[in-house]
């Protein structure tokens, strides 16, 4: 087999973090793969560090996936060749998740500048050209496919483990309504999250409680003139498309008032505008801005809470 490349999504929703949009450009390409979204990217977390992502289960943990890695060290001890090892598990029809020194990915900010171990997924090989079929965010901060030649691979040096990844052959997709009933009142802070193993949960706050947290990050980068991190402003915004996805297949389930969702498209919009206020500051730098976009998430936190809640009473 000269060439295989691997079904892939290529603009999943969700975004924000590739090592998130890994699992659904994986899962993406499956016609009910909504359903699996809607289970999921219900949750979010602020660890107390102002990192805030979707609070779920790493790749090798999704129950829609399986998972089988070998680690550096064994690839080393038995002088594995890493090319070889990858093209046949793309060949089997596993994705290849690994660890890789940017330095020697083109389309990468560090390409042949410094070096930076970052995460990609590789899903297809092609022997003519001698290059590997990868995705991940490039250099123009977009979430994209881009190659990366035999060699480039090998010089990239893999780090800590090779994890092979492919959707499980027993899991069905369905609309899980009893997962989901459980994961909203979480969201909504009105029983406790549980833990999962890839977080430190210690200082961490969950669901709406880290819309407070925002508000602090945007409230503390205005003061002192500092750039907001687009990427919190976005998860919230992609947090939301997900919310509306979601409303939308319940409501096919368990119904309720229409009014919810067309609110809810307004409460995605207001969001969306929050990403290009934050554009825009990052541009001018207008201290001012920080006061409206607080403003914005506090009337999203009170609106959805009151959609969401009317949703419940469904259940």
Same mark, same amino acid.
């Given at each position: 087999?000269?060439?295989?490349?691997?079904?892939?999504?290529?603009?999943?929703?969700?975004?924000?973090?590739?090592?998130?949009?890994?699992?659904?450009?994986?899962?993406?390409?499956?016609? /009910?793969?909504?359903? =699996?979204?809607?289970?999921?990217?219900? %949750?979010?977390?602020?660890?107390?560090?102002?990192?805030?992502?979707?609070?779920? /289960? @790493?790749?090798?943990?999704?129950?829609?996936?399986?998972?089988?890695?070998?680690?550096?060290?064994?690839?080393?001890? @038995?002088?594995?060749?890493?090319?070889?090892?990858?093209?046949?598990?793309?060949?089997?029809? =596993?994705?290849?998740?690994? !660890?890789?020194?940017?330095?020697?990915?083109?389309?990468?900010?560090?390409?042949?500048?410094?070096?930076?171990?970052?995460?990609?997924?590789?899903?297809? @090989?092609? /022997?003519?050209?001698?290059?590997?079929?990868?995705?991940?965010?490039?250099?123009? $901060?977009?979430?994209?496919?881009?190659?990366?030649?035999?060699?480039?691979?090998?010089?990239?040096?893999?780090?800590? =483990?090779?994890?092979?990844?492919?959707?499980?052959?027993?899991?069905?997709?369905?609309?899980?309504?009893?997962?989901? $009933?459980?994961?909203?009142?979480?969201?909504?802070?009105?029983?406790?999250?549980?833990?999962?193993? /890839?977080?430190?949960?210690?200082?961490?706050?969950?669901?709406?409680?880290?819309?407070?947290?925002?508000?602090?990050?945007?409230?503390?980068?205005?003061?002192?003139?500092?750039?907001?991190?687009?990427?919190?402003?976005?998860?919230?915004?992609? $947090?939301?498309? !997900?919310?509306?996805?979601?409303?939308?297949?319940? %409501?096919?389930?368990?119904? @309720?008032?229409?009014?919810?969702?067309?609110?809810?498209?307004?409460?995605?919009?207001?969001?969306?505008?929050?990403?290009?206020?934050?554009?825009?500051?990052?541009?001018? !730098? !207008?201290? %001012?801005?920080?006061?409206?976009?607080?403003?914005?998430?506090?009337?999203?936190?009170?609106?959805?809470?009151?959609?969401?809640?009317?949703?419940?009473?469904?259940?």
């Amino acid at each position: 087999m000269n060439r295989c490349i691997l079904p892939l999504e290529k603009n999943p929703v969700i975004r924000t973090y590739q090592h998130l949009a890994y699992s659904f450009s994986i899962l993406g390409t499956n016609q /009910d793969s909504c359903y =699996w979204l809607c289970n999921q990217y219900t %949750q979010l977390i602020n660890d107390g560090k102002n990192d805030m992502t979707f609070y779920l /289960d @790493f790749l090798n943990r999704q129950d829609a996936l399986e998972c089988e890695r070998i680690s550096c060290e064994t690839i080393k001890k @038995f002088k594995i060749d890493v090319v070889e090892l990858i093209r046949n598990e793309i060949k089997k029809g =596993w994705y290849v998740y690994i !660890c890789i020194d940017e330095f020697y990915i083109p389309e990468r900010d560090v390409y042949q500048k410094e070096h930076f171990i970052h995460d990609c997924l590789v899903y297809g @090989f092609d /022997d003519t050209k001698k290059e590997f079929h990868i995705i991940g965010y490039n250099d123009k $901060h977009m979430y994209r496919e881009s190659r990366a030649s035999y060699i480039q691979i090998k010089d990239s040096e893999p780090r800590y =483990w090779i994890c092979s990844i492919r959707k499980s052959e027993q899991y069905k997709f369905f609309l899980d309504i009893n997962k989901i $009933h459980i994961d909203l009142k979480r969201y909504l802070n009105l029983m406790p999250e549980i833990i999962l193993g /890839d977080f430190d949960y210690k200082s961490a706050v969950f669901g709406q409680k880290t819309n407070l947290s925002l508000i602090r990050h945007i409230e503390k980068m205005c003061v002192n003139r500092n750039v907001i991190d687009i990427r919190y402003i976005y998860l919230f915004y992609e $947090h939301k498309k !997900c919310m509306l996805i979601r409303l939308g297949q319940l %409501q096919q389930i368990i119904g @309720f008032d229409d009014a919810n969702v067309v609110e809810y498209r307004k409460i995605v919009s207001k969001a969306e505008k929050l990403v290009l206020m934050t554009s825009k500051y990052n541009v001018k !730098c !207008c201290v %001012q801005i920080h006061t409206k976009m607080s403003d914005y998430i506090k009337e999203i936190e009170e609106k959805e809470k009151r959609i969401i809640l009317d949703v419940l009473k469904g259940y």
